[in-house]
């Protein structure tokens, strides 16, 4: 009998670190979730400056974002895509005009571009386009710039090692073992630079221990690791990676990329990684936002404890200054209309996916300002629990949060028609009793009191945010 009791207490201790946010049974460590215990804020180079931003225009934009936007929470600056191509021959850094940021291939060892990468296979920034980067120092340069600002600097790579390093057969670093010792020849990535590491072969997690070494060493605080869910979830490397991280001996945010992410690997994502992309590339297109919706509602039970489901960059401002992507406009400011953004940022907020803005900082407007700073729906974002949509009808959408340690809630109201559209809320929908007072984020208004229902007569594509506040 004593010895059920024990294992009976043991199952139930079991259990509670189970149910606990950010607590997983098996994992050795996951102290890795206390580094984001809110959505990250920050901006990153892609939606604006594609492959192609250089340092000097990098360090303009975080003069802004720490003038303007740090004070409300964008922390992070991050340099986006390809930072160690040099570009075509004969590209001018100075004019930065779009350049094919692929590594072109005839046979096995002739190529060009030469990207930028040490005697250990690591790619480093392109000298060229981030002069500090020279003689081997790589963003350690930059990334004392952006600390200096108070600000947080961030990194994308693609999972991998690269084709240059089995090529010339590098020697990964405090190994006999060739960078071809640890590849698999599966598809490569679409960068066409990559080989898939093979987690199975010795000197796999060497490598990527050497990655996040010499990143820990550069001062990155964030790495947006692409390639990693599709076309297919690449498990073993993100479990590398994940241990690499742990082992760098810096809290580096670990951001996975790009989607949709598998919803079978929630559990396996929550575990290894801060936030995970639950989209394809997001841009200013309203068929965007409206598929969001969707998968913002799958998502919802894994928001939380350190993890983030992540929607993608906000498009808001100016966009595509290097003319890509094809397909979408060249250079140009958002094509989301006044509504559009709102209910955009609306979503962002209620579902606490992170806020990471896409738009230039130099040449953004400031009128587009006010859709970035409102305080209040930035608290939202940050400070809401409990996040869950409540209503799925007719192509309206409601959701509600709770607000932690009061008796209030967020309440946000979508219509995602091409007409005006009465969208309901009913206190019943999520068991709410008592009276409140609405208050309206975007117009800080006062709504007045509301209790049992109401509704809100919402123009296509519009939304409504409001705190409601208990008053008996």
């Known amino acids: 009998m004593k010895k059920q009791v024990v294992l009976f207490s043991a199952f139930l201790v079991i259990l509670n670190l189970a149910c606990q946010p950010g607590t997983r049974v098996g994992d050795q460590d996951n102290s890795f979730t206390a580094w984001a215990p809110v959505p990250p804020m920050g901006w ?10 250089t340092e000097k ?62 005697k250990y296979g690591r790619l480093l920034p392109s000298p060229n386009r981030f002069p500090s980067a020279a003689n081997g120092e790589g963003f350690k ?71 996040f070494n010499l990143y820990a060493e550069w001062g990155v605080d964030y790495v947006k690791a692409d390639d990693m869910m599709k076309p297919f979830y690449h498990k073993g490397e993100i479990e590398m990676m994940h241990k690499a991280v742990m082992q ?21 994502l929550e575990a290894n990684a801060n936030l995970w992309r639950i989209s394809p590339d997001f841009w200013d297109r309203w068929k965007d936002i409206e598929s969001m919706f969707d998968r913002a509602a799958r998502w919802a039970p894994f928001i939380g404890g350190g993890t983030w489901p992540d929607a993608d960059m906000l498009p808001i401002g100016k966009l595509c200054l290097t003319g890509y992507p094809s397909g979408n406009k060249p250079e140009h400011m ?30 953004t407007p400031p009128e587009y300002e006010k859709y970035l700073l409102n ?29 932690p340690g009061t008796e209030d809630f967020y309440l946000a109201l979508f219509n995602l028609k091409s007409t005006v559209q009465e969208v309901p809320f009913n206190f ?19 709504s007045g009191i509301v209790e049992v229902e109401f509704s809100n007569t ?5 939304s409504v945010l409001y705190r409601l506040k208990r008053i008996e």
Not at 337 to 361: F, N, Q, V, Y
Not at 390 to 395: A, K, M, Y
Not at 428 to 446: C, E, I, K, P, S
Request: negative net charge; charged residues 20%.
């Open 44 to 53: 990153n180079s892609y939606d604006a400056y594609h492959g192609a931003i």
């Open 57 to 118: 225009q990098f360090r303009e934009c975080v003069d802004i974002l720490a003038e303007k936007y740090l004070p409300l929470g964008y922390e992070y600056a991050v340099v986006d895509f390809c930072w160690f191509n040099p570009g075509p021959e004969g590209w001018d850094p100075e004019s930065w005009k779009t350049f094919d940021i692929s590594q072109k291939w005839e046979g096995d060892s002739v190529y060009s571009p030469v990207m930028a990468m040490d």
């Open 141 to 211: 340069e930059l990334a004392d710039y952006v600390h200096s600002k108070g600000m947080k600097f961030g990194i994308h790579i693609i999972r991998g090692i690269p084709r240059q390093a089995v090529t010339e057969e590098i020697k990964i670093m405090g190994t006999d073992i060739s960078a071809g010792d640890v590849i698999t020849y599966l598809p490569r990535s679409w960068t066409n630079t990559m080989h898939i590491v093979d987690i199975n072969k010795p000197g796999a997690q060497e490598y990527y221990n050497s990655l």
């Open 248 to 268: 760098c001996g810096r809290p580096i945010v670990l951001s996975l990329s790009w989607g949709e992410a598998p919803l079978s690997y929630a559990t396996h």
């Open 334 to 363: 958002t094509q989301l209309s006044d509504d559009e953004i709102k209910t955009m940022m609306s979503l962002w907020a209620i579902i606490r996916s992170p806020l990471m803005w896409g738009g230039d900082p130099v040449t």
């Open 375 to 403: 305080k209040d729906v930035i608290s939202a974002n940050q400070e809401s629990e409990n996040n869950r949509m409540v209503w799925d009808r007719d192509s309206s959408r409601v959701w509600v949060a709770d607000i």
């Open 428 to 446: 019943m929908w999520d068991n709410l009793t008592g009276r409140y007072r609405a208050f309206d984020l975007w117009n800080q208004a006062d």
């Open 458 to 462: 919402l123009n296509p594509h519009a």
